[in-house]
């Protein structure tokens, strides 16, 4: 039996390859023949995802889909994850993820077995994937909540992050007294704004 590899990381920062020698042995252990690894950096919230429809493209009906774990797959909304389950039903693919124990009986189940085994693993992938959308809704409320706390504070909100060592440095400059304004920014390498930034945080 053929399978197929999905990995994901949403960012571009992140290792969308580092379950990859995971399900490799995952395959070899369920003695599963690797037809191809499909990895991308893109959010799970969305359904267009160029190397995930380049597998479902190539994969024939009976070949097994492999993930790590159904957020991988998706984080998607209730009507885009119908869509895509739908699609991966009638490619007549097994969806087989490797922390759900029971969906590895999918692999070379047949039979009687095998439609009670996917009925099964329809409800707990269904559960799990709804999870995954409402952890990240939570997760980007939280942020929204952070953002407008930082705002409500008067604090800078986007753009890049404090450099703390050129932080310092300002802030070792200007307790002493002996430079301008003008000549600090140039010596810690840093714009004229963020000094008297830094020296109205000081005075507060």
Do not use: C
């Amino acid at each position: 039996m053929k399978a197929h590899l999905y990995l994901r990381a949403s960012t571009d920062e992140q290792d969308a390859d580092r379950a990859k020698d995971a399900l490799l042995a995952f395959a070899q252990e369920k003695s599963l023949e690797v037809a191809g690894t499909y990895s991308e950096n893109i959010s799970g919230t969305k359904l267009e995802r160029p190397e995930l429809s380049r597998l479902l493209d190539t994969a024939a009906a009976g070949d097994v889909l492999l993930v790590e774990s159904v957020d991988r797959l998706s984080r998607l909304s209730q009507t885009d994850w119908a869509h895509l389950k739908g699609v991966i039903q009638s490619k007549g693919l097994r969806l087989v993820v490797a922390d759900l124990p029971t969906s590895h009986m999918l692999v070379g189940a047949e039979g009687i077995t095998g439609q009670i085994m996917d009925v099964i693993n329809n409800m707990l992938i269904d559960l799990m994937a709804t999870m995954a959308r409402l952890d990240q809704e939570k997760r980007v409320e939280r942020i929204k909540q952070g953002l407008e706390k930082k705002r409500a504070r008067g604090e800078q909100v986007g753009g890049k992050g404090r450099d703390q060592k050129k932080w310092d440095t300002v802030e070792d400059l200007l307790t002493r007294n002996g430079n301008t304004m003008e000549e600090i920014a140039k010596l810690a390498d840093v714009g004229i704004a963020t000094v008297y930034r830094i020296k109205k945080n000081l005075s507060q």
